[in-house]
């Protein structure tokens, strides 16, 4: 006998059960179009915003999407973040976007006690408002770095801190 | 006279066979074996979850049909908030709790006292509230028994861990919020404000939902909060917890808490909100989430049941929230 033989059948058996596996499961695809990888940094008040979130809203329509995508990304301790339209940091679709930010505080408690609302926004919503926005950013094929937005004398939220 | 017979076997000529399997046929019949268990195991774990899924359905059509029930009784569909009246201190108790008459479970109904100082949170309470009602609890969703530790008022909003509480994994969607829309916000179903509960206004009457009970989604899942899981049912790290308030302190995800949220929409990772995903991407703050592969289960107005894909069409499912926008819903 060719002692060869069940090595070849089990490998064999192998790669039909990893066949026979491989066509489950495996995540929903979606429709996605080209992003960009995009990252920036912010800064309140001297400090590095950890926690705040930075979204792009379209100034045009983003060919081949069907509703207008927002890139959106949260900072971490440095303040940096990286932008992610679908998912990790894939980055926005290429085109003019509004920046906004804000910058909730999961720490705020009510001052009269009582069941805290959603984390409100430190900057008091003053740079949420797409339509108010002044910050313009155009995302390029490529990497991207946005230029930092550093934000001074910017009265925070009474009951809330820079740090947290 | 001894006569010596040779018997001559028939087949003399022949090698004689050796009795039993030779290794290569072992092997064969092995891996064949292996292929296909291997091709089943896979299949029965699906018949499982199918089995789960329509127990689920079926606890989604009891709910639908008791709202029916509770609007031919009340003239109106419950009150999101306040299934029971607590007079001038009222703590928010679910629309779960309005329903149990309709789900044969007037006992449990009856047992409750609305009037305790801490309402659902009440230690009074904590027979009916402890009771694990199968009909809220959709099988596919990994739970370990009671949910232990539930808020305990709401004006010093307190967590009590001694307290427990039958879980729930169906809300009723408060609105569906996405700035990708214009409105950005459109109120669902069993509210009677312009986003939220006018409590001095009877609940909403069919009449009024006029996009059609067919095409208006009265539960949905959002299963196993305050356990929050993002993209592939991966447990999140409490830093990334949108409202960690609510989490911390099981606001939700027992069955006679108020059971309602916003509905928003996601990224596909569950990590940041206002994305192109609207179903199980996250049951963190906002998301609608089922552990049922592939997407997720609604009751509908008018008793039915559907199951909705995760690659739902944003704008149709923004339209099956809504109850009175006119938007015309397409396939789903």
Known sequence: ?164 | MMTVVTATPPHAGRRKSPAGFTLVELLVVIAIIGVLVGLLLPAVQAAREAARRIQCTNNLKQVGLAMHNYHDTFRSLPLPDVGVSYGSAPWLSSWSLAILPQLEQSAAFDAFEPNAPNGVSDQVNQDVVGMQLSVFRCPTTPRSGLLQGIIEDQVSATFNPNLVAGTGDYFIARSYRDPAFTPSEIVGALFNGSTSVDWSQPGVRFSSITDGLSNTIFCFERSGFPDIRKRGNVQKDPSEYVYPFVVDNHFNGWWASIQHDRIRSWTYDGTQYYGPCVINCTNDWGGAYSFHPGGMQVSLGDGSVRFLGETIDKGTFRALVGKAEGEVVGEF
């Open chain 1, 1 to 164: 006998m060719d002692p060869k033989l069940p090595t070849t059948f089990a490998a064999c058996a192998a790669a039909c059960l990893a066949a026979a596996l491989a066509g489950c499961g495996g995540p929903a695809a979606y429709d996605a179009i080209p992003t960009h990888p995009a990252s920036g940094q912010v800064t309140v008040n001297g400090v590095p915003a950890k926690g705040a979130i930075v979204r792009l809203y379209p100034k045009s329509p983003q060919p081949g999407a069907k509703y207008p995508l927002m890139p959106s990304g949260k900072t971490d301790e440095a303040g940096v973040f990286h932008l992610t339209t679908y998912e990790d940091a894939d980055g926005a679709p290429a085109g003019a976007y509004t920046l906004t930010l804000e910058w909730p505080d999961p720490a705020w408690r009510p001052p009269g006690g009582g069941m805290p609302p959603p984390p409100p926004d430190r900057l008091q919503g003053r740079f949420s408002d797409p339509e108010q926005s002044q910050f313009e950013v155009r995302i390029v094929e490529g990497e991207n770095d946005i230029q930092p937005i550093v934000l001074e004398d910017v009265p925070i939220l009474e009951g809330s801190s820079l740090s947290e």
